[in-house]
């Protein structure tokens, strides 16, 4: 009985490290600071991102999604990335400023890249959708073609940026 008592208390010991959910995405504020440029992000149009890490319960704003990307692709930022989210304009009603509740997992967006639409710092954008659908339509009007999250090419993401990294020139992101 004692033997069965310690099994079924380590059993619940163990539960504990299961991987906690992700948090939600938040809704930009006038208090949502840009981590490259140090703006506001409701000052620059256009799809933002959010990156949650494991220490922090805040997120880490973009005004940009091609600068939500780079975050994750430069070697001199953070590793501990929980989750990742990115305005869905493809249901978004309103470029300039996305309405809340337009949040996706980046990692299931597709995104339109080289397109002749240009991002929130004037820059090339990697424009996230949440159907397949929606961004093959978006690339009939406005050029581009369609990637996903895994064959993001960094090359394209740290050019549009502004980044850079040394050695930095891969096919897709990690």
């Given at each position: 009985?004692?033997?069965?008592?310690?099994?079924?208390?380590?059993?619940?010991?163990?539960?504990?490290?299961?991987?906690?959910?992700?948090?939600?995405?938040?809704?930009?504020?006038?208090?949502?600071?840009?981590?490259?440029?140090g703006m506001l992000v409701k000052e620059h149009?256009?799809?933002?991102?959010?990156?949650?890490?494991?220490?922090?319960?805040?997120?880490?704003?973009?005004?940009?999604?091609?600068?939500?990307?780079?975050?994750?692709?430069?070697?001199?930022?953070?590793?501990?990335?929980?989750?990742?989210?990115?305005?869905?304009?493809?249901?978004?009603?309103?470029?300039?400023?996305?309405?809340?509740?337009?949040?996706?997992?980046?990692?299931?967006?597709?995104?339109?890249?080289?397109?002749?639409?240009?991002?929130?710092?004037?820059?090339?954008?990697?424009?996230?959708?949440?159907?397949?659908?929606?961004?093959?339509?978006?690339?009939?009007?406005?050029?581009?073609?369609?990637?996903?999250?895994?064959?993001?090419?960094?090359?394209?993401?740290?050019?549009?940026?502004?980044?850079?990294?040394?050695?930095a020139a891969g096919d897709g992101m990690q």
């Amino acid at each position: 009985m004692a033997l069965l008592l310690a099994v079924m208390t380590l059993a619940g010991c163990d539960q504990g490290s299961a991987p906690e959910k992700p948090p939600p995405p938040q809704e930009v504020s006038d208090q949502s600071v840009a981590h490259f440029c140090g703006m506001l992000v409701k000052e620059h149009p256009g799809p933002k991102g959010q990156i949650f890490l494991s220490d922090s319960k805040d997120p880490v704003w973009f005004a940009s999604v091609t600068q939500t990307l780079s975050f994750t692709m430069l070697p001199e930022e953070p590793k501990n990335i929980v989750a990742i989210y990115v305005t869905d304009m493809g249901r978004a009603k309103n470029w300039d400023q996305p309405e809340p509740g337009t949040w996706i997992d980046a990692k299931k967006a597709f995104y339109v890249i080289e397109s002749r639409q240009r991002g929130g710092m004037g820059s090339n954008e990697a424009i996230p959708f949440g159907e397949e659908g929606q961004a093959k339509s978006f690339v009939e009007a406005n050029g581009g073609r369609v990637v996903t999250f895994t064959e993001m090419p960094e090359s394209y993401v740290l050019q549009a940026s502004g980044s850079s990294s040394d050695g930095a020139a891969g096919d897709g992101m990690q």
